[in-house]
DNA sequence: TTTTATTTTCAGTAAGTTTTGAAAGAATAA
DNA sequence: TTATTCTTTCAAAACTTACTGAAAATAAAA
């Protein structure tokens, strides 16, 4: 495969690949062309190239930016704001962990919490409360393991050297 | 709050959480539904208790029993099958995981590989080719450490002996 | 100040996903 | 065999989410 063909592919992989990772096909697209361009993209590059129109781009790049995943570059002398994708990958896998781990355990914990004081008594009350301290133990774990991931350092997680020898 | 409210509040909860876990509102609670049933429950129990249509329950009955949620069971001298919830949450969790690693992170694997020969030369190849590398570090780490992860025993994970005590 | 360049917002529309319900299919009973 | 009961399928409808494009807001330049 060409480097050509290479890019355009990991544009529209990413995008499609995207929609089962709970972020929508154009914020992913809009990450991976930044995630790929040798220079920061102001939204014009970034419309055109992926076809879209100014809102769309608008939109996904705040929401790219609210998950740390892309910057504002300011040029001088250029009045048009410039985005950079956050190039370091372990920070990339922190911040996804980050944002999933808030829309996809945090509200389920809270939701345990609630229903950790039904009270006991009736028939079946027992086992009920048996099965949601069940789940909360494993949504618990999940919870602290996530946690001391995202504040571990990359070389934990991936058992190389590969910072150090960059 | 009371045992009848609870388990209400459990099947609507997981409802709604099951849209941030790629799993649809309608499959999350009639696996909610039969997690908290003492007894096996038919297609109409659950038509009736969720308020929704037969061909609904019946597709989403079809997709837990492929995710290892739920199985069918035959009671003699009845025509209509039953179905049942897996109880044991560690298996739970492990078929879920196993769900999501096949529909979130294999064909990123398989995407990633695909793109980690794109010719050399080029300006910019080479940037190119460090990011699907490092990409696919993370990746190929996630999924072997998942991979070990439904292979282990419940206990290695949440450190406790819950099971053996039960 | 007014003009011009750029970003942001949001109502309307388009696209994608889930649900319904009726018809077809399958299995057992009569 | 035919009738009865239950399951499965799938086209159309309802619902949900994402995108567009034009208008409003903002900010720099003239």
Redesign the pocket.
Known sequence: MNFHEGKERFIQAWGALG?NWGV????AQIHALLLIAPESL???DIMEEL????????????ALMDWNLVYKELKP?????FFVAEKDMWEVVKNIIIQRKKKELEPMLRVLDELSDVETGEPGAEEFIRLIKDVKLFASKADSTLDSLTKSDSNWFVGTFMKMIK
Chains 1, 2 share one sequence.
């Not at 929508?24 to 914020?27: I, L, S």
């Not at 076809?51 to 705040?62: E, P, V």
């Not at 002398?77 to 704001?81: K, Q, V």
Request: charged share 35%.
């Open positions: 929609s929508n096909r154009t914020m102001c939204a014009e076809k879209i129109s100014r809102g769309n781009a608008n939109m996904n790049l705040r002398g250029e009045r048009r704001e």
